[in-house]
């Protein structure tokens, strides 16, 4: 194959590739909200609520977004799935420590009203991302 003929091919494999994301671009998660959040889990009414970390693979927290009253507490469980990971707040509320460790716990109480997203910083980039909102 020639130098003209490679380019070719891979301007029409370009071509295809853009005409078939064309319709993507406002594309939402079923089940989700339009910034493609997971779908909120109701734990209100509980004392302890459990998330797991590095759920789906190893690379998800388990649910992903949950709504629980003030005073609740989170826990996060360590699957032992996916390597190391840690549970970071990005407003500076909570931070874990980095591990792979089967049945590993992080516990935080949340006692005011509030939305919290949290991440795991080795594997954010795959997006494994978490929210917690503390409804009033």
Do not use: K
Request: glycine share 14%.
């Amino acid at each position: 194959m020639t130098d003209r003929t490679r380019r070719e091919a891979l301007a029409g494999a370009g071509a295809v590739a853009a005409a078939a994301l064309a319709g993507c671009v406002d594309a939402v998660v079923p089940g989700g909200d339009e910034e493609g959040e997971p779908e909120p889990t109701d734990r209100t009414g509980e004392e302890r609520v459990t998330v797991a970390v590095g759920a789906d693979a190893g690379f998800a927290f388990a649910p992903a977004n949950v709504v629980v009253d003030p005073g609740t507490t989170v826990v996060w469980e360590w699957t032992g799935a996916g390597g190391a990971h840690n549970v970071i707040d990005e407003g500076g509320a909570f931070e874990s420590d980095l591990t792979g460790e089967e049945g590993h716990v992080f516990e935080h109480a949340f006692p005011e009203a509030g939305v919290f997203e949290y991440v795991c910083t080795p594997h954010q980039t795959r997006g494994m991302e978490g929210r917690i909102e503390v409804a009033e």
